[in-house]
């Protein structure tokens, strides 16, 4: 006999921007709608400090009870795949592969099998288990709608079209959004068409739109015109759910970091940190260290060894073994600055330093949860962006919504300490970045409007919510 309590499983694929969302689902079904929910979690790395500190953040909390099952699926070597031409992408993709025997068995012990299956667009693999246990299957879109619809639309676009977009750099057309520039281009599929991860990313998207619906980390206030698209292309039902956003824990700040916050004044320290993955040249963090230290500006910066040509060489292996000595940073910096900032090596509580009074403006790459993160916590940006669809992101957050300055990125580019230091004070203090700090205050209560009972999240969240207790009714009376 199966129980009555509603049960979903969700799988996080490996990186830390995946897991943080995917985590703070499972958070709000439980809390929000008294779901029991078990998430798998796949990792190249269990025993990375990151994924250590959040998981044990979470043992840590009781307010899930025993609501919250939480399974550290075996730790998965995709070391032998790792070469020339293997992106971190083929490298999640692969390990998500290799957990599908292990997901399988465990769902098949389950006492009340979960009435459906959330993944994210890495797990895709994954939803072939849903059709084996008669699960509703959803896709969790751990970014924004933009992306998705130019995602969903791919399938179908004229191949030559996507060539010239690459060779020609002439703009995409997204049915109902506006036209994808060459410059914002989702990096990680575009830019080889004709690669062997292409193939792998239209087949995934075609399993997604035949999925039972897809829920997005986006709401309707921020991205009308692309949720509106996203609906009318009519292939899944779309749930936008965001901001999921992981809620400030005070007591994980380590006291170095909140002791120096609590001494500054209100809103004059400048954040800066590019995410679980982001990595900067030899030249690139010399340049930011000059850009920080000549304007003068407060500031906390996540730190991280310098690696040339891979902008995302932390994402699978953060500190890549790195102790966390500073010795990249421009010689006598640290002394030089001693008093106007703190770098903090490797990683850093991100949510609980955003969301300090004394924080003015965030340096970020442009990741999705960053950029939620900064809009939940009224802070305004300069987006950096240096990988997957951080670009896109970008145009997002400076030209749609206008959250943000972009620093404008192309291939081997270094950006020079001078362009660092106007922009830092642009975003701080000048009188141009007035409207950006004011607009990023109203972004902000609409962000928190529509996670609260009766806004649009909450209420998107509560009908996917309905669909799987119908379907457990169904299942229970067996029709
Ligand atoms: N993060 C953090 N501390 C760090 C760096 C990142 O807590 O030092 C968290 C950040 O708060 C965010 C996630 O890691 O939730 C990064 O996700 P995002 O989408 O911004 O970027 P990605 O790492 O996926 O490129």
Redesign the pocket.
Known sequence: MESTMPHIALLASP???HL?PVLELAQRLVSHQSFKVTLFVVSTDHASITNTQLLQSLADSDDDGDLLDIVLVPFVDVSDIVGPGVSFVDQIVVAVLRSLPFLKTEISKMESPPSALVVDMFGTSALGIADDFNMLKFVFVTSNARLFSVMLCTPEMDRKEIDEHVKNQTPLNIPGCKPLKFEDTFEVFFMDPSGPSYQGFIDAVIKMSLSDGILVNTWDELEPFSLKALKETKKAPIYPVGPLV?PTKKSVLCNEIIDWLDKQPKESVIYV?F????TLSTQQVIELAWGLELSQQRFVW?ARPPIENDAAGN?LALGNGSDGTLNYLPEGFSARTQDLGLVIPM?????EILSHPSIGGFLT?G?????L?SIINGVPMIVWPLY?EQKMNADILTEDIGASIRVTMKPDRVVGREEIRSMVSKIMIDHEGRNIRTRIKELKNSATKAVVEGGSSYTSLSQLAEICIQRLKTKAYGA
């Open positions: 990186g830390m921007g943080i992981r940190s995410g679980s993955g982001g996540v994402f990683w850093a509580p991100q949510v790459h990741g999705w949860n960053s950029a993160e997957s």
